[in-house]
């Protein structure tokens, strides 16, 4: 008998050994993920993981808890509404062939999504691969899991900060990062999410390095706005407190808020933090927005931008080099005196940020 167990044993070994095998063979190094608070089955979560971090393909139903990311540079990025025509589909392949083509290190890509943009986004992620003869996993999120999952903060957000609050799925599109802790991995500490309409200059390890100068309390990490769009938003508080520097363009000193094409997290902390807890209830964002009349339309970036300026030590401010953002929306919009003030950045481009449909340069 107990010789009998020994071969089934090593029989069940062999078994698992060409499985793993077969799909290291076959694997496209994608997955498609569900994501769920907690996983139904542990041993099913574990070994799917082992092969997932290990480059082979798997379909899961639960949220793998990817001991690998430790080791990965994680990387997140919202892509719907995305026909097989769209001017989105060729930004989508400028930023993923950029991310890749200059990365040192190894990148998990996590992809915020819908059905019919998923095929779009599976196929330019494996030209890119093919392209650049470099590799990456991929994870696949479905955006409407993620709404419900995050409704409590998008039904909070969104009165103050949609320019017309009531489309649930548009709204909450444009609030996910503010729930990224909860929706991540458990044990991934760290993070950047990026708009689709940026391209890289420089190597994604190095923005990285950005969380080495993070304070005792930050949370997050952005490069300023680089428009006066919040000198426009601010002007009820800007009349009542002329002397105010929110609004005001950084070579003053001023406060010109911050820009959510890129952003870092410390997805360790958020968990942790009763603050942030607090901060994204109800109670503290109306309070927030009535103290400086705020009302806007840029979703997460409001909030981050409001946050900045209720409590700066939250957010560090990063190098506007990794935000380079090439929008002139507001140049011709009443402020073409002072617009250079704002759009000014001596710092090496390390991102571009083509908002506003603007064209990003061929460099």
Not at 32 to 46: G, I
Not at 165 to 183: C, Q
Request: charged share 20%; net charge neutral.
């Amino acid at each position: 008998m107990p010789l009998l167990r020994k071969v089934l044993l090593w029989l069940t070994i062999l078994a698992l050994l060409l499985v793993a095998l077969y799909l290291y063979q076959t694997s496209n190094g994608e997955c498609w993920v569900v994501p769920v608070h907690r996983t139904r089955n542990a041993s099913l979560a574990n070994l799917t993981t082992t092969l997932a971090a290990a480059g082979y393909s798997t379909e899961v139903n639960d949220l793998p808890s990817t001991n690998v990311s430790l080791n990965y540079y994680n990387i997140w990025c919202i892509f719907t509404k995305v026909a097989s025509n769209s001017p989105m589909r060729r930004k989508f392949q400028i930023f993923t062939d950029s991310l890749l083509r200059l990365a040192s290190v190894d990148v998990i890509f996590h992809v915020i999504s819908d059905d019919d943009s998923r095929g779009i986004a599976h196929t330019v992620v494996q030209n890119v691969m093919n392209n650049t003869g470099k590799f990456m996993q991929v994870f696949y999120y479905d955006v409407h899991k993620l709404a419900a999952q995050l409704e409590d903060i998008v039904s909070v957000m969104s009165p103050h900060f949609s320019s017309k609050p009531g489309t649930y799925y548009s709204d909450a599109l444009f609030f996910l990062s503010l729930g990224l802790h909860r929706i991540a991995p458990s044990d991934q500490r760290l993070a950047a999410m990026f708009d689709a309409d940026t391209k890289f200059r420089r190597d994604v390890k190095d923005l990285f390095k950005e969380f080495d100068n993070f304070g005792r309390e930050a949370l997050f990490g952005l490069a300023p706005e680089l428009t006066p769009v919040y000198r426009h938003v601010l002007y009820l508080y800007r009349n009542k407190h002329p002397a105010t520097m929110f609004g005001e363009p950084r070579h003053k000193g001023g406060y010109p808020g911050y820009n959510s094409g890129m952003v870092l997290f410390n997805l360790e902390r958020l968990r942790e933090s009763r603050v942030y807890n607090e901060i994204v209830s109800k109670g503290s964002v109306d309070a927030m927005t009535e103290k400086y009349h705020f009302k806007g339309h840029l979703g997460d970036q409001d909030f981050y931008t409001l946050l900045g300026m209720e409590r700066p030590e939250l957010i560090h401010t990063v190098d506007c080099g990794w935000n380079r953002q090439l929008c002139t929306w507001w140049r011709d919009r009443g402020y073409a005196d002072i617009f250079a003030n704002y759009s000014e950045c001596r710092s090496e481009t390390k991102l571009w940020h083509g908002n506003c449909n603007t064209p990003i340069p061929n460099d």
